[in-house]
């Protein structure tokens, strides 16, 4: 079961079903980017195993853009 809240400037994901998600919102933490907004309300669709394997490539290099590829790679080292 996944809930979705937001305010004007925060999505907060509640996730029990699959803590890659989880992981993949945590990675996006400090993140103002505005593709960050947009790829949190992706992952709360609840997305299948191949549209996962396209996010979690769109967030590393989000977060590669934003804080270095070293950085990136070690935010999602537990997203395999």
Not at 17 to 40: E, N, Q, S
Not at 48 to 69: K, P, T, W, Y
């Amino acid at each position: 079961m996944m809930d979705v809240f937001e305010s004007h400037d925060t999505i907060v994901i509640q996730t029990d079903a699959d803590p890659r998600i989880a992981a993949l919102v945590g990675a996006l933490t400090d993140c103002i980017h505005p593709r960050a907004a947009r790829l949190k309300a992706r992952l709360a669709a609840d997305p299948d195993d191949e549209q996962l394997g396209q996010l979690r490539a769109e967030v590393l290099n989000l977060v590669a853009m934003s804080f270095g590829l070293a950085e990136a790679e070690r935010r999602l080292q537990a997203v395999q």
